[in-house]
Every structure is written in C-alpha cells, then in structure tokens.
C-alpha cells in the first residue's frame, strides 16, 4: 500500500535581519513590525501562511526581536481597557493576531544568511515538508500562491520555489533559476540556480521570490553546505544541489507568479506597498484615492 505523502502544516519565517535599509526606524523596532497601513509587515505574513492551512508557524528571531513575539501574545490589559470602553471594533482587531495560529520562535543566534535561519527550524520541523515564507514580499491574498506551490509540491514531490519574471538588469538583485517547461503553463522545473548574477551571467530572468516550499532533505545539505555570496549559507545554493541530484530530495519545481506582490524591504516600494493598499481598502480607499489624485495634480 502506498502511503500518501504527508500533509504540508507548518511555516517557518525567518525574522532575524538587523534591517538596516530601514534605519534609524529599526533601530530599536524590529522591521517586520513596520505598518503597512494599520497592521505590521509581519502579521500580513502569518495569514497568508494561515489562508494556505498552515497553522503551525515557527519564526526564527533574534536580538531585539521581542516585540514579534509580543505582537502574536495576548495583551489582557489593552483588551480590558478595550473592553471597558465598549470597543468591540479594536478588540477583535487586537485578538485576531493572537488568535491566528500556533505560533513557536527560536533564536537564530549569528547572523549567518538564509540558509542558517531555514536549519534552525530544523528540530521543528522534522521530516514532513514545509513552507518558508520571507517577510520582505507580501502576496496579495487575492492571488493564492502558497497554496498554489503546496498543491505542486504535492502533485511532484520534492521542492517548489516562487519565481517571478524580472527585467534582465534587475536580476542580480534576486536568485535565479535555470527553468524547463512542463504540462501545467504556471509550473516549470528548475534545473539550477545562481544567487544574485551579473545579468550576462543569468540563465534566464526567472527571479526567486520569497517564498519555498521545502523537502526536509535540504536541512543535511544546508548542513554540508559552505557559506557562499556575501560569506553567508545561501538557501540557494543548497536546491542548487537538490535541483542537480534528484536522488538527494526530489526535483526543484517553480511556480511563475503573475500576481500581485508588494515588496517591503526597500524604502520606496514600501512606501508603494502602502499606497497601494491603501488605495484597495474599502475604508480608506475612496478618501485616500481623492486625496492622491489632487495631489498629484495640484502638487506634483
């Protein structure tokens, strides 16, 4: 009798990034609890892991990281004084992060890249696969791609990245993948990957977004795996051996995302994160969409 794979139900996001792009403000304040309108970068995260059945979620934290832990933890003073004053609208606003899964933090400790940060989940997850999601790309939850990978992952096994078509001179700004076609027209299978190539270099313009659904296999590789680009253990590197050697973990397949994606870790597109879904909300859109468009008519 063949035995079905496992169920995907844990998500592990790494948080331990200094931030330094967003300085002086992540000085003392983690980036990840930067507001994208009125909720932090990082909560939008967790309920796309959670949309996608993914109710166990590990973070991996480091110093100066408590107040991610803070935000997911109940606050009975605020409730009760929410409570008292009869504000039922910011109550449930202020349990809905607490409320969302099963959440577990272990520290990363050193710096030492992505690679280092998805092996130290590796007690907790265990043999089953398992998602990554990175806090700097929020996904839309109108375009479903994490439940999109996980459905691939369980139809070919082994693991599944998010790739996004980039122009060719914004390619070393992401991983990239070497891809080949498959039956299904958003699925393709990736037989390499670089980490951040010179343009001439790349084998495509298939960038690598942040997002992975991984076989547990890529922990014993990331364990063998020397510190590359920048001194750091590069998670790429490590499906760049899964992709070659299928005998290890399985194929590396790609799912093509053409949705939308509201990159947070630079300045200005977080600021066009905000605007954008400012614009979308259905209480604060109209306001704030009459209020743009006569600023940039009367101001710009």
Not at 3 to 11: E, G, N, V, Y
Not at 167 to 192: F, M, N, W
Not at 211 to 227: C, G, M, N, Q, S
Request: hydrophobic share 40%; with cysteine.
């Amino acid at each position: 009798m063949t035995q079905s794979p496992p169920r995907i139900s844990k998500a592990v996001i790494p948080a331990a990034g200094l931030g330094t792009r967003f300085l002086p403000a992540t000085k003392a304040t983690p980036k990840e609890m930067l507001p994208v309108v009125d909720k932090p970068a990082i909560q939008y995260v967790v309920e796309e892991a959670v949309s996608a059945g993914l109710d166990d979620v590990l973070m991996v934290t480091g110093r100066n990281k408590r107040p991610l832990e803070d935000h997911f933890d109940r606050n009975y003073e605020l409730e009760s004084a929410l409570e008292k004053k009869g504000d039922a609208r910011r109550l449930a606003k202020v349990q809905e992060s607490s409320d969302l899964a099963t959440m577990h933090y272990v520290r990363q400790g050193d710096p030492r890249g992505l690679g280092h940060a998805v092996l130290c989940a590796a007690p907790h997850v265990g043999n089953e696969p398992f998602a990554v999601l990175l806090g700097d790309d929020l996904i839309d939850p109108r375009d479903p791609l994490l439940r999109r990978m996980i459905e691939v992952q369980e139809l070919y096994g082994g693991s599944v990245v998010a790739l996004m078509e980039v122009a060719p001179e914004q390619i070393h700004l992401y991983g990239c993948a070497a891809v080949e076609c498959t039956a299904d027209r958003d699925v393709v299978k990736v037989s390499g990957l670089v980490e951040k190539p010179e343009p001439t270099d790349a084998p495509s313009n298939y960038a690598i977004i942040g997002r992975y659904v991984l076989d547990p296999a890529v922990f014993e590789v990331l364990r063998e795996t020397e510190p590359g680009r920048g001194g750091e253990i590069q998670l790429t590197d490590a499906l760049q051996l899964l992709a070659q050697d299928e005998k290890v973990g399985g194929p590396v397949h790609g799912v093509v995302f053409k949705g939308r994606r509201y990159d947070t870790g630079d300045r200005g597109d977080y600021l066009r994160a905000i605007v954008r879904l400012a614009c979308e909300r259905e209480d604060l859109g109209p306001d704030f969409r009459s209020w743009l468009r006569s600023y940039v008519t009367e101001e710009m």
